[in-house]
């Protein structure tokens, strides 16, 4: 059985990717080795601009930190379309890291990170969950309230 | 020469693997890319249960955070025993991560990620030991004091 | 076209690689699996002595953070060219993870980091810059400001 199409997944659950994510300094946003696709951190913005600013548990609320985890990981997602062409390229997710800005008594770090895991699933499919990192870090770039990181295997 | 068994090594020494550990969220514990097995980041837990809570240097002792970083590992010996069916597959360890959540004036990070190494070294032996990353942050999953990162090359 | 060579390029500017880095306990400062190369995380040491010490953006500045993260970096080019033999053989950096101690309303990491990105684009150019990962943590090991990881894709 071929798993359902990445592309037609988004399309049909009318997900719309951010423009690609363009670097805050000396790097690039993804580069390949054989099959893998290994992703710069992915923030919540649009363009330079933060869509979340704060920390999680304190300012902002769980809630808010799952809908910056998936924004965050819907411009990865948009990275590599823009690097592949095409999400369909895509035949697993190899590591999916959530690193969360929160104080030093947060624990429900699960419920932030599925933001990213549940966007994953619906584009990907059961059979393609990933394996997780999930953190609580003390600071993001510019003040945000995580990053994501993907590492992608694709067909070559 | 063929290196030492590890399943051999494991039976020698006494230990003693936990329960294969299972998600707290959206995710899965293991995914094999080509001959590089990812898992997920390893807590110190017995199933859902944490053995250790709390922070390393204030609360928990070096020794306590030593301890705990053993038992991460050993989940992930165990959920890569669980996904490859042997630890014998395994022919290296690729990535050793150590995350400790610890005050911002810990400076005994080694000592605690030895915890983790020193296991490594004692299934895999010293021409099998990785490479390691080790970091104080800020929180944990759950209120835990560590997590575990593993990267593995197996035999496909 | 072929890519300038690398060790040329830090002959013609004039880069001293420190000594290579040696470890602070049971691991290893790089494995390779396949045509990737995994360092462990570098420090801004020189042998086991540290260059800085204390936090960026208390302490120390981002002007010192960013000449710690080109001193780990470069340590980690040190670490890679004693794996390696020479700095020419490597073909890409697939991952430059840099991990900032800074307090928690820091905001300037992209400055720091550039330390480490600005130091590989002299070496090995445009072409072959790096994903970026940049997280603020709570501390890091020895009391050290920052530590930088690398992955690298080699001519087997």
């Known amino acids: 059985m071929v798993a359902a199409s990445a592309e037609a997944r988004i399309r049909e659950t009318g997900l719309v990717l951010p ?3 363009t670097p805050f300094g000396a790097y ?9 696709l290994f992703l710069s951190g992915m923030l919540p ?12 548990g304190s300012g902002l609320s769980v809630g808010d930190g799952y809908d ?11 990275a590599a379309r823009a690097h592949l062409g095409s999400l369909d390229r895509i035949r697993t997710v190899a590591k999916l890291g959530v690193y969360i800005a929160a104080s030093d008594d947060f624990r ?4 932030v990170a599925d933001g990213a895991s549940e966007l994953l699933l619906s584009v990907f499919g059961q ?9 609580g870090v003390s600071s993001i770039p510019l003040g945000m309230p995580l990053e994501v990181e993907l590492v992608l295997d694709i067909n070559p």
């Not at 913005?45 to 999680?56: E, K």
């Not at 429900?108 to 419920?111: G, V």
Request: glycine share 8%; charged share 15%.
């Open 19 to 21: 423009p690609p994510p």
């Open 28 to 36: 690039v946003e993804a580069v390949q080795v054989g099959s893998l």
């Open 45 to 56: 913005v649009v363009g330079h601009t933060p869509l979340y600013i704060g920390r999680v």
């Open 68 to 78: 910056a985890a998936k924004a965050a990981c819907l411009s990865g997602l948009s």
């Open 108 to 111: 429900e770090h699960p419920k």
């Open 127 to 135: 059979s393609r969950l990933p394996p997780r990192i999930v953190l």
